[in-house]
């Protein structure tokens, strides 16, 4: 069984019995739901009622005696605001009953005109009425509830663009209550600035465009507060338009993105900036490249990249370590922006490498200025720590559009100067020049494949006599290395041992060269042929290397040589790069028999006084004194000097590269005591040497 639907409760507020009568005989007769009924003679006694009654309905009269027409309607109002209203006015009261509906009422009827049905569709329709402005005034509740609950400020204008609400987010950052704001125009409350600093005005979207899903926060806006502040917002608008698709008012949806923006430039300065020293990384400095490219091919002025890298940073590194070295660098860092303009970009490529880029360059002879400006800056004393430090650097100069047009080529051009700089002695700049990218090239390639020829037995050894001049005899037989390539063919030693010195190859190739001639000597004494020495170059580099006594040691126990079979060719800028480590290896060498020569005498340091210092055995001329002989023959007194001075220490004396019977004349009326060159034998493979020692070679 269903439940009866509970009676209706109706109000009646009358104060004329007759018309109270009548209406309800109307209901009694054809009111077809339970209803019930009570009447109120004035509005006191009604107002009580409401007080303590719940009700459903209120018929009121506007014609009480306690409160007429529209004070009537408030008053019920405000009595029972949830319950529907119907007015009975006069006849021809339109205005009335207007006003009524306006303050709230649902609906009215004309006192005497009063029919069932129109009572009846009057009740119906303010209790419709009633329950649709309930729901919308929850919907409402519920959109501001919503609206205020939520992070994202939000606004929203009418067509005038005058405010019409303000959220609790958007009151806060804006600084004003939604009293404060609301009724002010929109562009007087919400004021937005743009990245360039103008004040700029919210632009509705067009109304077929739909919101943007984010906001937007990278066009870097500024919300200026009514107190000053400014604050990072992003933000959208969109129009809201009623059912014809008419726009009424938009809505400002915005947002504090401090944080967002904060964290976003936070990680673009460190994608682009060196997290060591904080200058601009590669990448920044390959767009500042190219936008000055971009700018100065219209003012016609150059653009110039220097590259720097600090020389023996490596050492610094390694004795001091790297906590050192970090700031060491930051140091550099703050001298090389310390040299140049705001204009211009200093930026660190990693390890101890750098790059300068002027991008206003009227002449060449500015860079050169701001290079020397660099390099003085470098070279004075670092303070780190407790450490003065001392480094140099060397540079390289590439200038925009003669020796490039693109970032990656100036770059790779000036690195190729800046090698040359670090050849030509370091602490100095150049600029590049074209040939120097043939050599680079070229360079790269023998070093590719220097890395292989070793392991795919591309070397071999020659070997030349020296003789003694007084007796004809060999003396001993220089190891001179022979490297074939695949391709290119023989290559001369000129052309690669310095390469192999810079990549770290002369190690492994010396040894090699060391252990095959010793062998060699050895192989020719146990074959019974004339004993004689072997000598054998060694680079700086190889002489330098901590371990360079222990692996010669190392490999004469290996082949079994005599150590006082072995002679090892040193030239003079190798013993005067550091003199007291120096003398202690020369010392251990000497100690066990090795005997040492100076080779290319006169080339190097002019100092003579290392000769005394140093435990040396032999001096031997450079070929190019030996030359003025036949070529300037009055120009001898340097291979006669030499032969002194050699005389005088002790030592014995070789002259190098003689080719000519003038030559070796010259030399043994000198009384040099051994001579070398094509005169008496070229570099001969190891058979033909053989064959040599067995004949020997004819000296006039
Ligand atoms: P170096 O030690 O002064 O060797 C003498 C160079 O002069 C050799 O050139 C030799 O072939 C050349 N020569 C000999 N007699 C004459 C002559 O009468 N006239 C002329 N014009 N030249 C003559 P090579 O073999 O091309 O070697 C050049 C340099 O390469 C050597 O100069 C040496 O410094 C270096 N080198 C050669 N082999 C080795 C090696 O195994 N290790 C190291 N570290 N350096 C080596
Ligand atoms: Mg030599
Ligand atoms: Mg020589």
């Not at 007087?188 to 005005?201: C, F, P, S």
């Amino acid at each position: 069984m269903t439940a009866e639907p509970p009676a209706m409760r109706i109000v009646l507020i009358e104060d004329n019995l007759g018309d109270a009568r009548l209406m309800r005989e109307m209901f009694r007769e054809s009111l077809n739901f339970a209803y019930q009924l009570t009447q109120q003679g004035s509005m006191a006694k009604a107002l009580r009622f409401l007080a303590g009654n719940p009700v459903d309905v209120i018929l009121l009269d506007l014609g009480l005696p306690d409160a007429g027409g529209i004070e009537a309607v408030r008053m019920a109002r405000a009595a029972a605001p949830n319950v529907p209203l119907v007015v009975m006015t006069g006849r021809d009261d339109d205005a009335l009953a207007a006003q009524a509906l306006h303050a709230g009422a649902q609906d009215y009827l004309i006192k005497g005109q009063l029919d069932l049905r129109a009572m009846l569709r009057a009740i119906r329709y303010a209790i419709e009425r009633k329950s649709m402005e309930d729901t919308l005034f929850l919907e409402k509740e519920r959109a501001q509830v919503t609206l205020n609950s939520i992070a994202d400020a939000v606004i929203s204008t009418n067509t005038s663009g005058a405010i019409t609400f303000v959220n609790h987010a958007a009151g806060r950052l804006i600084g004003l209550s939604a009293g404060q704001s609301i009724g002010r125009p929109l562009r007087e409350v919400l004021r937005i600035r743009d990245a360039d600093g103008a004040e700029t005005a919210i632009k509705p979207r067009p109304a077929a465009s739909k919101p943007d899903p984010k906001l937007d926060a990278t066009a870097n806006s500024m919300l200026i507060r009514d107190d000053g502040q400014a604050i990072p917002i992003g933000y959208n608008v969109s129009s809201i338009q009623d059912r014809g698709g008419k726009t009424t008012g938009e809505v400002i949806v915005f947002r504090d993105v401090s944080l967002t923006r904060a964290i976003t430039q936070q990680m673009t300065h460190s994608a682009q900036h060196d997290f060591l020293t904080g200058l601009p990384n590669r990448m920044l400095l390959n767009d500042r490249i190219t936008q000055a490219i971009a700018l100065e091919a219209r003012n016609l002025r150059n653009v110039a990249m220097l590259c720097l890298d600090l020389d023996g940073f490596k050492h610094v590194n390694d004795s001091l370590g790297h906590p050192i070295g970090d700031k060491l660098l930051q140091s550099v860092a703050r001298r090389l922006e310390g040299c140049v303009r705001g204009s211009d970009t200093v930026s660190r490529q990693g390890g101890d490498e750098f790059v300068v880029l002027l991008s206003e360059v009227a002449h060449a002879e500015d860079v050169a200025i701001t290079a020397k400006r660099l390099l003085e800056a470098v070279a004075h004393t670092h303070l780190i720590e407790e450490h003065e430090l001392h480094i140099t650097t060397s540079i390289g100069i590439s200038i925009y559009p003669d020796d490039g047009t693109e970032a990656e080529t100036l770059l790779k051009n000036a690195d190729t100067a800046m090698y040359q700089a670090k050849e030509g002695g370091r602490q100095t700049y150049r600029f590049f020049e074209p040939a120097m990218n043939l050599r680079a090239v070229e360079r790269q390639s023998i070093e590719e494949s220097l890395r292989r020829a070793l392991e795919r037995g591309e070397f071999a050894l020659h070997y030349q006599p020296k003789i003694d001049l007084l007796t004809g005899a060999i003396t001993s037989a220089e190891a001179l290395l022979r490297w074939t390539h695949p391709v290119r063919g023989p290559v001369p030693p000129v052309d690669f041992i310095a390469i192999a010195e810079n990549c770290g190859l002369i190690a492994p190739i010396g040894q090699w060269v060391l252990r095959e001639a010793c062998r060699q000597a050895q192989c020719w004494a146990a074959a019974g042929l004339p004993l004689v020495t072997m000598a054998v170059n060694i680079s700086g580099k190889e002489f330098q290397n901590d371990n360079f006594v222990d692996d010669v040691f190392a490999i004469l126990k290996e082949t079994g040589l005599d150590p006082r079979s072995l002679e090892l060719e040193l030239t003079e800028s190798v013993l005067m790069k550091s003199a007291a480590s120096t003398q202690a290896t020369l010392r251990a060498l000497r100690d066990q028999g090795i005997r040492l020569a100076i080779d290319d005498f006169g080339t190097g340091y002019s100092s003579l006084s290392y000769l005394t210092t140093f435990p040396i055995d032999t001096l031997k001329i450079d070929q190019s004194f030996v030359r003025q002989i036949s070529l300037i023959p009055a120009e001898t007194t340097i291979v006669t000097a030499v032969i002194g001075i050699a005389r005088n220490l002790n030592l014995r004396v070789v002259a190098e590269g003689v080719e000519t019977a003038e030559e070796l004349e010259f030399l043994q009326t000198k009384e040099c005591d051994e001579a070398q060159g094509y005169y008496f034998s070229r570099p001969i493979p190891p058979g033909q040497f053989a064959h040599l020692l067995h004949n020997g070679v004819t000296v006039q």
